[in-house]
Protein backbone atom coordinates (compact mmCIF):
# COMPACT_ATOMS: atom_id res chain seq x y z
CA UNK A 1 0.00 0.00 0.00
CA UNK A 2 1.41 3.64 -1.23
CA UNK A 3 1.49 5.73 2.32
CA UNK A 4 -0.78 8.90 2.09
CA UNK A 5 -2.83 7.63 -1.12
CA UNK A 6 0.33 8.79 -3.13
CA UNK A 7 0.01 8.00 -7.14
CA UNK A 8 2.54 8.18 -9.85
CA UNK A 9 0.21 8.98 -12.83
CA UNK A 10 0.12 11.64 -14.39
CA UNK A 11 2.74 13.23 -11.70
CA UNK A 12 4.91 15.34 -13.62
CA UNK A 13 8.74 14.66 -13.27
CA UNK A 14 9.84 18.04 -10.82
CA UNK A 15 11.89 20.30 -12.16
CA UNK A 16 15.77 20.57 -11.27
CA UNK A 17 15.17 23.69 -10.07
CA UNK A 18 12.25 22.97 -7.40
CA UNK A 19 13.59 19.44 -6.19
CA UNK A 20 15.12 21.26 -3.05
CA UNK A 21 15.89 24.51 -1.47
CA UNK A 22 18.98 26.20 -2.34
CA UNK A 23 22.16 25.15 -0.04
CA UNK A 24 25.14 27.02 0.52
CA UNK A 25 27.93 26.40 -1.76
CA UNK A 26 31.10 26.55 -0.33
CA UNK A 27 34.40 24.95 -1.29
CA UNK A 28 33.73 23.68 -4.86
CA UNK A 29 35.14 26.16 -6.67
CA UNK A 30 37.81 24.09 -9.27
CA UNK A 31 40.96 25.72 -10.76
CA UNK A 32 41.01 28.69 -12.68
CA UNK A 33 39.59 27.41 -16.47
CA UNK A 34 37.83 24.45 -15.12
CA UNK A 35 35.62 23.13 -12.26
CA UNK A 36 36.03 20.52 -9.73
CA UNK A 37 33.03 17.69 -9.03
CA UNK A 38 31.20 19.17 -5.68
CA UNK A 39 32.24 18.18 -2.58
CA UNK A 40 29.34 17.56 0.06
CA UNK A 41 30.80 17.46 2.54
CA UNK A 42 32.00 20.90 2.34
CA UNK A 43 28.41 22.33 1.09
CA UNK A 44 27.89 22.63 4.79
CA UNK A 45 29.33 24.61 7.70
CA UNK A 46 30.20 23.02 10.93
CA UNK A 47 29.16 26.37 12.53
CA UNK A 48 27.64 29.41 11.16
CA UNK A 49 30.14 31.32 12.77
CA UNK A 50 33.13 31.93 10.70
CA UNK A 51 35.89 31.25 13.13
CA UNK A 52 34.18 28.37 14.73
CA UNK A 53 33.98 26.58 11.41
CA UNK A 54 37.34 27.05 10.67
CA UNK A 55 38.47 25.83 14.57
CA UNK A 56 36.20 22.38 13.84
CA UNK A 57 37.35 21.93 10.55
CA UNK A 58 41.03 21.06 11.39
CA UNK A 59 39.77 19.24 14.79
CA UNK A 60 40.76 15.45 14.49
CA UNK A 61 37.78 13.06 14.03
CA UNK A 62 35.60 16.15 13.13
CA UNK A 63 34.50 13.87 10.30
CA UNK A 64 33.54 11.10 12.51
CA UNK A 65 31.30 13.17 14.57
CA UNK A 66 29.11 14.97 11.98
CA UNK A 67 28.75 11.68 10.54
CA UNK A 68 27.91 9.95 14.33
CA UNK A 69 25.32 12.88 14.18
CA UNK A 70 23.89 12.75 10.92
CA UNK A 71 23.06 8.66 11.64
CA UNK A 72 21.45 9.76 14.97
CA UNK A 73 19.35 12.21 13.22
CA UNK A 74 20.47 15.28 15.76
CA UNK A 75 18.85 18.62 14.47
CA UNK A 76 21.56 20.74 16.79
CA UNK A 77 24.22 21.94 14.76
CA UNK A 78 27.67 20.19 15.48
CA UNK A 79 28.95 23.25 16.76
CA UNK A 80 25.87 23.34 19.68
CA UNK A 81 26.58 19.40 20.40
CA UNK A 82 30.70 19.60 20.70
CA UNK A 83 30.06 22.63 22.85
CA UNK A 84 27.51 21.21 25.29
CA UNK A 85 30.78 18.42 26.00
CA UNK A 86 33.55 20.78 25.43
CA UNK A 87 31.71 23.16 28.04
CA UNK A 88 31.22 20.90 30.98
CA UNK A 89 34.60 19.05 29.83
CA UNK A 90 36.74 22.83 30.39
CA UNK A 91 34.70 23.24 33.87
CA UNK A 92 36.07 20.67 35.12
CA UNK A 93 39.83 20.82 33.97
CA UNK A 94 39.68 24.07 35.81
CA UNK A 95 38.61 22.87 38.83
CA UNK A 96 41.45 20.09 38.56
CA UNK A 97 43.89 23.25 37.76
CA UNK A 98 42.60 25.06 40.86
CA UNK A 99 43.14 21.69 42.87
CA UNK A 100 39.36 21.54 43.42
CA UNK A 101 39.06 18.12 41.95
CA UNK A 102 40.99 15.09 41.95
CA UNK A 103 42.53 14.53 38.90
CA UNK A 104 42.21 11.19 38.72
CA UNK A 105 37.75 11.65 39.39
CA UNK A 106 38.35 14.44 37.11
CA UNK A 107 39.79 12.63 34.24
CA UNK A 108 37.27 9.99 34.97
CA UNK A 109 34.15 12.50 34.95
CA UNK A 110 35.30 13.75 31.94
CA UNK A 111 35.27 10.58 30.27
CA UNK A 112 31.84 9.18 31.51
CA UNK A 113 30.91 12.62 29.77
CA UNK A 114 32.37 11.94 26.48
CA UNK A 115 31.26 8.36 26.59
CA UNK A 116 27.34 9.23 27.64
CA UNK A 117 26.85 11.45 24.52
CA UNK A 118 28.46 8.91 22.12
CA UNK A 119 26.43 6.21 23.90
CA UNK A 120 23.03 8.36 23.26
CA UNK A 121 24.17 9.11 19.33
CA UNK A 122 24.69 5.45 18.71
CA UNK A 123 20.95 4.67 20.43
CA UNK A 124 19.29 7.00 18.69
CA UNK A 125 21.18 6.11 15.67
CA UNK A 126 20.24 2.31 16.08
CA UNK A 127 16.29 3.46 16.54
CA UNK A 128 16.56 5.24 13.17
CA UNK A 129 18.03 2.22 11.29
CA UNK A 130 15.77 0.22 12.57
CA UNK A 131 12.40 2.63 11.19
CA UNK A 132 14.68 3.35 8.11
CA UNK A 133 14.87 -0.36 6.97
CA UNK A 134 11.04 -1.04 7.88
CA UNK A 135 10.25 1.96 5.68
CA UNK A 136 12.51 0.94 3.32
CA UNK A 137 10.79 -1.81 1.41
CA UNK A 138 7.44 0.60 0.56
CA UNK A 139 9.80 3.20 -0.60
CA UNK A 140 11.04 1.00 -2.88
CA UNK A 141 8.15 -0.09 -4.25
CA UNK A 142 6.93 3.44 -4.93
CA UNK A 143 10.51 4.78 -7.08
CA UNK A 144 9.66 1.16 -9.02
CA UNK A 145 6.00 2.59 -9.79
CA UNK A 146 7.62 5.66 -10.13
CA UNK A 147 10.05 4.18 -12.69
CA UNK A 148 7.28 1.88 -14.46
CA UNK A 149 5.25 5.08 -15.06
CA UNK A 150 8.18 7.02 -17.21
CA UNK A 151 9.40 9.17 -14.36
CA UNK A 152 13.01 9.71 -13.64
CA UNK A 153 14.60 7.63 -10.55
CA UNK A 154 15.17 11.19 -9.15
CA UNK A 155 11.73 11.71 -9.65
CA UNK A 156 10.77 8.67 -7.95
CA UNK A 157 12.98 9.54 -5.05
CA UNK A 158 11.69 12.92 -4.83
CA UNK A 159 8.34 11.32 -4.32
CA UNK A 160 9.66 9.60 -1.52
CA UNK A 161 10.59 12.21 0.31
CA UNK A 162 7.21 14.28 -0.05
CA UNK A 163 5.30 11.44 0.80
CA UNK A 164 7.16 9.61 3.29
CA UNK A 165 7.94 10.44 6.98
CA UNK A 166 11.41 10.35 8.72
CA UNK A 167 13.82 9.01 8.56
CA UNK A 168 13.09 7.26 4.89
CA UNK A 169 11.67 10.96 3.65
CA UNK A 170 13.76 13.00 5.09
CA UNK A 171 17.48 11.07 3.74
CA UNK A 172 15.93 10.55 0.22
CA UNK A 173 15.48 14.47 -0.04
CA UNK A 174 19.05 14.62 1.10
CA UNK A 175 20.17 12.28 -1.96
CA UNK A 176 17.60 14.75 -3.95
CA UNK A 177 19.30 17.75 -2.38
CA UNK A 178 22.51 16.63 -3.26
CA UNK A 179 21.91 15.51 -6.94
CA UNK A 180 20.17 18.74 -7.31
CA UNK A 181 23.28 20.20 -6.47
CA UNK A 182 25.31 18.67 -9.05
CA UNK A 183 26.94 15.81 -6.99
CA UNK A 184 26.71 12.93 -9.00
CA UNK A 185 23.45 10.38 -8.12
CA UNK A 186 25.81 7.33 -7.03
CA UNK A 187 27.94 9.26 -4.99
CA UNK A 188 24.70 11.19 -3.37
CA UNK A 189 23.60 7.21 -2.87
CA UNK A 190 26.56 6.07 -1.47
CA UNK A 191 26.29 8.78 1.38
CA UNK A 192 23.15 7.46 1.94
CA UNK A 193 24.73 4.61 2.54
CA UNK A 194 27.34 5.57 4.72
CA UNK A 195 24.67 7.26 7.29
CA UNK A 196 23.15 3.74 7.07
CA UNK A 197 24.52 0.11 7.11
CA UNK A 198 21.67 -2.01 5.43
CA UNK A 199 22.19 -4.60 3.61
CA UNK A 200 18.76 -3.44 0.97
CA UNK A 201 19.62 -0.17 0.59
CA UNK A 202 23.34 -1.64 -0.45
CA UNK A 203 21.48 -3.45 -2.63
CA UNK A 204 19.78 -1.03 -4.37
CA UNK A 205 22.58 1.53 -4.61
CA UNK A 206 24.77 -1.20 -6.64
Known amino acids: AWPRNATTQGVPPPQSASLSPPIEKRGIAGPAGGSSPPNITRMRRCSPIPWVDRTLSWWPGIDRWERWRQQAG ?5 DWLLLSVIGPTSFIFLLVAVGGLDPVRGGIVVALLWGS ?3 VLATRATRRLRDFQRQLPEALDMMGRSL ?14 DEFPAPVGLEFGRVVEEATFGVPLGDALSHLTDRFDSAALRFFVT
Not at 148 to 161: D, N, P, Q, T
Open 74 to 78: VSLSL
Open 117 to 119: VRG
Open 148 to 161: RAGHSLLAGMKMVS
